[in-house]
């Protein structure tokens, strides 16, 4: 079944150790993004990208890195510059610009917490 | 810049109709789309306007006004499952790229 996958599901992080966090999708979808979620909130645009090897800031990329090296992985990486990262993190993926159907299908979230 | 405001909460008593609205201001359009979030759980995708008017699909419905930059949710014969938050996101276009931005969610409580 084609889906989009989030590793792991819960994750405990000591202050300053960095942590990676997987996003693997099979949908063939161009669009990835990496969402952060507080309690009672929205989602926050961390990163983003839009082909392999391109991706974007979002509005709250500080204390994050990505990669695109492949077409179906977008891994995130929260560093210990993120000064409060713990969080609910949601990786999404999206067919291209033009495409039919152009909604974002999310993964089930990591949830991480500092300890 | 880009803003995107829904209501905090809402309540609504379980068979009625509620309508969730969502005003915009984005650098560019390329679609609103609404999503379902139960709490702890991932969203999961609703609807999808992108030409103004009205788009239905069984109880739910959903209206897009460009010019307006507004567009509201409309769910019909509400059941208790209908309680979650509902997302209001946008494809806002710059240059090349496409970001989806959400807005904060609105938190839907039906009551008996």
């Known amino acids: 079944d084609g889906g989009i996958t989030q590793s792991p599901k819960y994750l405990f992080r000591k202050e300053g150790q960095n942590v990676t966090l997987s996003c693997e999708q099979n949908?063939?979808?161009?669009?990835m993004y990496w969402y952060r979620q507080d309690p009672g909130q929205g989602l926050r645009l961390i990163y983003y990208?839009?082909?392999?090897?391109?991706?974007q800031k979002g509005d709250i990329a500080e204390g994050y890195s990505v990669s695109r090296e492949k077409k179906e992985s977008f891994p995130l990486t929260v560093t210990s510059a993120q000064k409060n990262p713990t969080a609910f993190y949601l990786c999404a993926s999206s067919s291209r610009q033009g495409a039919r159907n152009t909604e974002a299908f999310f993964g089930q979230g990591t949830r991480l917490t500092v300890v | 810049g880009q803003n995107i405001d829904q209501p905090t909460e809402m309540t609504a008593t379980e068979g009625a109709i509620v309508q969730i609205n969502c005003t915009y201001q984005?650098?560019?359009?390329?679609?609103l789309f609404w999503y379902q979030q139960h709490a702890g759980e991932a969203p999961t995708f609703l609807s999808y306007n992108v030409l103004d008017g009205l788009e239905e699909k069984g109880r739910f419905s959903s209206f897009l006004s460009r010019s307006k930059g507004y567009s509201y949710l409309l769910l019909k014969e509400l059941q208790m499952k209908d309680s979650a938050s509902y997302l209001c996101a946008v494809r806002a276009m710059s240059s090349n790229t496409g970001k989806l931005i959400f807005g904060q969610g609105t938190t839907l409580q039906v009551k008996p």
């Open positions: 949908l063939n979808h161009d669009a």
């Open positions: 990208s839009q082909i392999v090897n391109d991706f």
């Open positions: 984005t650098s560019g359009f390329n679609g």
